[in-house]
């Protein structure tokens, strides 16, 4: 298995509160994403990461905010958490110039209240 | 923009039925296509990938996918359920030109006893 964690891995926090939520890696690999699955949408993409401090929006990128300082960590803010962000969220990694698949971590399971 | 269909959100097959899991994507240039499973409270685990070559591919589980581009479909196959396989499975699309990854809203596999 692809060496990825998610922490937390379980979160409630109200609404209007700050939430950052982090991916850390040890494969080293470039590229790494952040993804929101929600019943019946399947997996959308937020925003991703092409290395460290580059980073770009996704789909769905409205109300998140990302950093990479460095290779092996993703940061996922929610500034101001609304109930319509409560979903589960996945990173995922990958390694372009290998191959193009990603990896996934575990999943944070985020609910606001 | 790159996206993918999956057709019918819930598949129940009986155990040892044929498994056909259906997938179309669009892309207006040569595609990248995985199918993902995951399984509950998991994350996405890759089960195959096209990229190039061999349109017929074989992947983990005894699942296999074939790629038709004249029918712009993917659609995953296996001969012979097993209760193990109960799980989301999920499309994507990908190419050499985008730096993300679009995927299906899913398929929920019953495998009934």
């Known amino acids: 298995d692809a060496g990825i964690t998610q922490s937390p891995r379980h979160k409630v926090t109200e609404t209007g509160t700050p939430v950052t939520l982090r991916c850390h890696q040890t494969e080293n690999h470039r590229y790494m994403y952040w993804y929101r699955q929600d019943p019946g949408h399947g997996l959308r993409l937020i925003h991703y990461?092409?290395?460290?401090?580059?980073?770009d929006k996704g789909e769905v990128s409205d109300g998140y905010s990302v950093s990479r300082s460095k290779t092996e960590d993703f940061l996922l803010t929610l500034e101001s958490a609304t109930s319509s962000q409560t979903s589960v969220y996945f990173c995922a990694i990958s390694d372009r110039l290998a191959s193009y698949e990603q990896y996934f971590g575990p999943g944070t399971r985020l609910t606001v209240t | 923009a790159q996206s993918v269909t999956q057709l019918g959100s819930h598949v129940s097959v009986s155990e040892g039925a044929l498994v056909l899991l259906r997938c179309n994507y669009s892309s207006s240039v040569p595609p990248y296509l995985f199918w993902y499973v995951q399984y509950p409270n998991q994350g996405l685990q890759l089960l195959l990938k096209?990229?190039?070559?061999?349109?017929l591919v074989k992947g983990i589980n005894g699942f296999e996918a074939e790629f038709k581009k004249s029918e712009t479909s993917f659609h995953l196959t296996k001969p012979s359920a097993h209760m193990s396989d109960a799980a989301e499975y999920f499309c994507a699309v990908s190419d050499v030109n985008n730096n993300d990854m679009r995927f299906g809203a899913g398929t929920r596999l019953t495998v009934k006893p």
């Open positions: 096209y990229t190039t070559g061999a349109t």
């Open positions: 990461s092409y290395g460290v401090k580059d980073t």
